[in-house]
């Protein structure tokens, strides 16, 4: 199966601690999401990328959060100085730039912050 | 400002007893309406993708309907492997960002 792939599946970290998540999208999607889930609410979209490029940022993305796709591969979301704030599942899209436009989603990072 | 709602919240069917989700929203402009469906600690798996008022899709006992204030989901003789919180999301611009309802929680009991 070559779907959407996210690890870790699951961290626990303390507060104030850097976390990194990575994402591997389907081989030939160009177009790659990051969106944060708490319990009971639908996904909240945080950035995306087409290929390498960053093309949005959502304001729910403070300056702690920092995302990346070099070589438009992969994707890294990065938590700077945690907080309780951000326990929350954060998963992982990616879709063709043409077409349905079809998000396919990944299997999600739970993040607990203590 | 865009707004997705879901309803019920919640939804207890016994098994075969068909019902309907609704799915309203208030957007600027639609590109697409997507139904997925979510089951705990998962990514949501993808549905339907309806674009234009009077769309329906079908897949095994879901039916996905479109207007052009709202969606409904129907679920006909549901089984208890229908139970999974189903999401609705709009899709506004050109580059697939996608808004999301909080979601229907589906328990279908035997």
């Known amino acids: 199966d070559t779907g959407v792939s996210q690890d870790p599946r699951h961290k626990i970290t303390k507060r104030g601690q850097n976390v990194t998540f990575r994402c591997d999208p389907i081989s030939e999607h160009n177009r790659l999401y990051w969106y944060r889930q708490t319990l009971g609410q639908g996904p909240e979209f945080l950035t995306y990328?087409?290929?390498?490029?960053?093309?949005?940022k959502s304001r729910l993305l403070s300056d702690r959060f920092s995302a990346e796709r070099p070589k438009g591969s992969f994707s890294t979301l990065e938590i700077q100085r945690t907080e309780q704030g951000d326990s929350a599942m954060y998963l992982c899209?990616?879709?063709?730039?043409?077409?349905?436009?079809?998000?396919?989603f990944g299997p999600g990072t739970r993040l607990t912050v203590l | 400002e865009d707004q997705v709602t879901q309803s019920p919240e919640a939804l207890r069917l016994q098994e075969g007893e068909s019902s309907s989700l609704n799915c309203s929203y208030t957007?600027?402009?639609?590109?697409?309406l997507f139904w997925y469906r979510q089951d705990p600690g998962k990514g949501p798996e993808f549905l339907f993708t309806?674009?234009?008022a009077g769309e329906e899709k079908e897949k095994e006992r879901l039916k996905a309907t479109l207007t052009k204030k709202e969606s409904f989901l129907h679920i006909t003789a549901p089984k208890p492997e229908d139970s999974a919180t189903y999401l609705c999301a709009v899709q506004t611009d050109s580059w697939g960002k996608l808004q999301f309802g909080a979601g229907t929680q589906v328990v279908v009991t035997p």
């Open positions: 990328f087409q290929n390498e490029a960053q093309l949005e």
């Open positions: 957007v600027s402009g639609l590109r697409g």
């Open positions: 899209a990616s879709s063709l730039a043409s077409g349905g436009k079809e998000q396919f």
């Open positions: 309806l674009y234009s």
